[in-house]
């Protein structure tokens, strides 16, 4: 059974960092693709970064040069390192995990960057 459970979340200022957890219990964790959603009041959820079996990666323009996804496949963790972070970060954060068939989603973690 998938369970992805986040953590990091907070308030931070303007240029400030965060680094997300999310912590993922199944199997096949290591030659799956996962990666951060976000969703903003009033905005649709979209794709912040992922990270395939074999390490490659993906960013949304908004948050390239800025945040880092990567994975520790012997704790079956995944991560979102954010530097530099803005106003118009803030959201809440969803880590998922895309098997065969089926996509599962974390609850969310509540990031808040203040100007």
């Known amino acids: 059974q998938v369970q992805l459970v986040e953590s990091g979340g907070g308030l931070v200022q303007a240029g400030g960092s965060l680094r997300l957890s999310c912590a993922a219990s199944?199997?096949?964790?290591?030659?799956?693709?996962l990666g951060w959603h976000r969703q903003a009041p009033g905005k649709q959820r979209e794709l912040v970064a992922r990270?395939?079996?074999?390490?490659?990666?993906d960013y949304a323009d908004s948050v390239k040069g800025r945040f880092t996804i990567s994975r520790d496949n012997a704790k079956n963790t995944l991560y979102l390192q954010m530097n530099s972070l803005k106003p118009e970060d803030t959201a809440v954060y969803y880590c998922?995990?895309?098997?065969?068939?089926?996509?599962?989603w974390g609850q969310g973690t509540q990031v808040t960057v203040s100007s």
């Open positions: 998922y995990w895309q098997l065969p068939g089926s996509t599962y």
């Open positions: 990270i395939g079996g074999g390490g490659n990666t």
């Open positions: 199944g199997s096949f964790f290591s030659i799956s693709t």
